[in-house]
């Protein structure tokens, strides 16, 4: 009986340190897992956010040179400023991009007051400089900090046209070179944070199959 005892706690002994491996292992395994689909899903993200600043900055960047085009040219055919103003307004309603002609640009001083809006003629001329977002973003004067610094992205929340509905919105701003201007354009992301939820629900779906 005494040896039955003895062989148990020999057992025992053995086993234990064998199940403590194992968990070890296999906590191990989960944690590589774990930091291996996150790794993934934020990789993800960059790539779609990436995607989406390329063709904000090439947009903008295009639209900026026929912009500063016009501008020259209107100074030397000695237009005011007023007739160069009503011409690059006219430019912008043509400048339309994306799905059912859905992406539009907007031009502002950098005192905030708006001098051309694609999707909201109602602004033109309207001083926007202390305009916030429901975050605190001053967009504008975001907008133009980025501009001055050489061209840059700026993220807010912003009704989408013809709804009062918020959503994320990411904008790329640059300056409109012999102007006291700067031109930006933005795209609403939403799209892009439900297509990382998607992916992410496959992904954590694989880990735990």
Known sequence: MKNLKMQHKLLLI???PMVLSLS????????????????????????LRSERQIQLHDTVDITRKIIENAV??????NSDEQQIILNVRNILKKARYSKNN??????YNHQGTNIADAANEKVQGVNRFNLKDKNGVLLI?????VSKAGGGFVNYVYPKPG????????????SIVGTDWFIGTGVYINDIDNAVA????????EVYE
């Open 198 to 205: 998607t992916f992410a629900d496959d992904v954590w779906q």
């Open 14 to 16: 053995a086993i234990i």
């Open 163 to 174: 709804t009062d509905k918020l959503l994320p919105k990411l904008s790329y701003a640059a």
């Open 141 to 145: 004067q975001e907008l133009s900090k």
């Open 72 to 77: 020259s040219q209107g100074k030397l055919q």
């Open 102 to 107: 859905s992406g539009y640009f907007f031009i």
């Open 24 to 47: 070890l292992v296999l906590g191990m395994i989960i944690n590589s897992q774990t930091n291996a689909a996150n790794a993934m899903i934020k990789n993800h993200a960059e790539l």
